[in-house]
């Protein structure tokens, strides 16, 4: 949430581009991710995952296939979403 707004001044794109969370599509999904990963496991978080990371898949696949190093960033989302889904917890 913190990092995404800054792709835009990398991309070298003017800051009225900015991607944020809740306005636009990848940053929303993204943080979507994020919150799902701390919730309790059992099959809602299953559920509650599954439309992000397909958003996630689907964005980086276009980005990447457009040329644009942005593509990166939804595919290590998807990474460390697994990652923390995967990863034992003690509760």
């Known amino acids: ?3 995404h707004p800054l792709v835009a001044p990398l991309a070298s794109r003017p800051l009225a581009g900015t991607e944020i969370v809740g306005i ?3 940053p ?3 943080a979507t991710l994020g919150l799902v990963a701390r919730m309790p496991r059992g099959t809602a978080r299953r559920l509650m995952l599954a439309v992000p990371l397909l958003w996630c898949i689907v964005s980086a696949a276009t980005l990447i296939t457009m040329g644009a ?4 960033i939804p595919l290590v ?3 460390l979403a697994l990652a923390a889904r995967l ?3 003690v509760e």
């Open 1 to 3: 949430m913190i990092l």
């Open 24 to 26: 636009a599509p990848d």
């Open 28 to 30: 929303t999904a993204i």
């Open 69 to 72: 190093w942005e593509g990166a």
């Open 77 to 79: 989302a998807v990474t």
């Open 87 to 89: 990863w034992p917890r």
